[in-house]
């Protein structure tokens, strides 16, 4: 009985290693991916209406406020507007926002027309986007990779434990095994908590 315990307890931990490490990145890349998509669709129409005639203030006017809840306060305010949309950049931590509020200032202050340049920044995001999703598809095989490593050992328990063998009691009952499960567990949660941090520092790196 106790055996079939630890048995059930071996594979709701690797289910649990299994849905932390794959699921829940999924969801958080996916959330991200999706707020990015809608700011560049939103570049996008600001663009549009740059490019249709419509002045700087009024176009970021006609625009969905929900990107800039700061700047949307300073619109007739020409003078703060670039610190605003540079407050918003910070607040989102976004790239785009950030070459607005750069390129917005010049064009103010030099006359510089500010479409062109926010097209530039947008072909500039859209590359790294790409190139972040090709990281990102490269970055999968080392943590899977990780998992996989770390359930082997427990998959060969299981498989010991089915064909007859008790390989569970003898880790729990034995000296050398105890040492053995502690060395091992010691050395396979490190093993795959550093395989899965680099992967993760990487994505934070790249802002992935």
């Given amino acids: 009985m106790s055996s079939l315990m630890i048995a059930v307890l071996l594979i709701a931990f690797a289910v649990a290693l299994w849905l932390g490490v794959n699921t829940v990145p999924k969801i958080e890349l996916s959330n991200k991916s999706n707020v990015e998509l809608d700011e560049i669709d939103w570049m996008r129409g600001f663009i549009d209406s740059l490019r249709a005639g419509m002045p700087a ?13 700061m700047a949307s306060k300073k619109l007739n305010q020409p003078i703060e507007l670039p610190i605003a949309l540079a407050q918003d950049a910070k607040l989102q931590n976004s790239l785009l926002l950030k070459a607005l509020a750069a390129c917005w200032q010049v064009s103010q202050q030099h006359g510089a027309p ?42 060969t328990l299981l498989l010991a434990q089915s064909l007859g063998i008790s390989a569970i009691s003898w880790l729990l009952t ?9 060395i091992g567990g010691l050395l396979l949660s490190s093993g795959t908590w550093i395989m899965i941090r680099l992967a993760k520092n990487i994505e934070q790196e790249l802002q992935l």
């Fill in 57 to 69: 203030w009024e176009a970021l006017s006609n625009s969905n406020h929900k990107f800039i809840p």
């Fill in 174 to 182: 034995s000296t050398i095994g105890l040492i053995s499960l502690a």
């Fill in 114 to 155: 500010l479409g062109p340049a926010m097209q530039s920044a947008l072909d500039a995001q859209l590359d790294r986007i790409m190139v972040a999703d090709e990281i990102r598809s490269q970055l999968a095989g080392p943590k899977t990779a990780a998992v996989t490593l770390a359930l082997l050992p427990i998959a």
